[in-house]
């Protein structure tokens, strides 16, 4: 099957949607669950970008109903392969049904070391020498699934969790949009 029409799931920054765009990736869609830097850059860069705002947190949040939100607005715009970068809503049973093995996720740490959302900061009170991200397929269950990709770098004895994750970044920045490519390709060889 050909992936050629790829989402790019944010919430904030963006650096990791620039990189991806930098590197001539075509990317058919920009979502967003609250506004953020993320849909700047896709406007800027002409991909089109969609805004589903998340109106609730907590126990009043249907993650149910939003994640069908999220596969219908997909659906519609073709989309055939999904690249969440710090999307920062966990999403639910109907997207990895609908796009199973195709949603993909970077995370800043070596999986499976430091899950969730406070992995650098885990990564420092654990006193880990190393760390990196891991580019991986996203399942139901959070930052678990089949490992694409893992980049290392050193964690340095004066780090902060912002210096800890701009280091990390640096390399999401290079393999991400790499692996991304490759996954295009290779399916698109099918
Ligand atoms: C990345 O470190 C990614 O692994 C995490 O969120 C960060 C996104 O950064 N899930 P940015 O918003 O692209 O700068």
Same mark, same amino acid.
């Given at each position: ?15 990791? =949607?620039?990189?991806?765009? /930098?590197?001539?990736?075509? +990317?058919?869609?920009?979502?967003? %669950?609250? &506004?953020?830097? *993320? ?8 991909? &089109?970008?969609? =805004? ?8 009043? @949040? %249907? ?16 989309? %055939? ?5 710090? @999307? ?5 049973? &109907?997207? @990895?049904?609908?796009? %199973? ?10 999986? &499976?070391? @430091? ?11 654990? *006193? ?19 490992? =694409? ?5 050193? +964690? =340095?004895? /004066? ?11 640096? +390399? ?19």
């Amino acid at each position: 099957m050909s992936l050629t029409k790829l989402a790019v799931l944010v919430s904030g920054r963006g650096s990791i =949607l620039e990189a991806i765009v /930098d590197d001539g990736v075509a +990317v058919s869609l920009v979502l967003a %669950d609250r &506004p953020c830097r *993320g849909l700047e850059i896709a406007a800027a860069a002409g991909i &089109p970008t969609l =805004l589903l705002t998340r109106r609730s947190y907590g126990a009043t @949040f %249907d993650r149910q109903a939003y994640s069908q939100e999220v596969v219908a607005a997909l659906q519609t715009h073709g989309i %055939d392969l999904v690249a969440m970068a710090g @999307f920062m809503t966990i999403l639910a049973e &109907p997207v @990895f049904t609908q796009y %199973d093995g195709r949603i993909i996720n970077t995370h800043p740490s070596l999986l &499976p070391l @430091f899950r969730g959302e406070h992995a650098v900061k885990d990564t420092l009170a654990a *006193g880990a020498t190393e760390s990196g991200c891991t580019i991986h397929i996203a399942t139901l269950a959070l930052d678990d699934g089949p490992i =694409l990709a893992q980049a290392t770098v050193p +964690v =340095l004895r /004066d780090d902060t969790v912002a210096s800890l994750h701009e280091r990390i970044k640096q +390399v999401e920045r290079q393999v991400y949009p790499r692996t991304i490519r490759a996954l295009m390709t290779k399916r698109g060889e099918q």
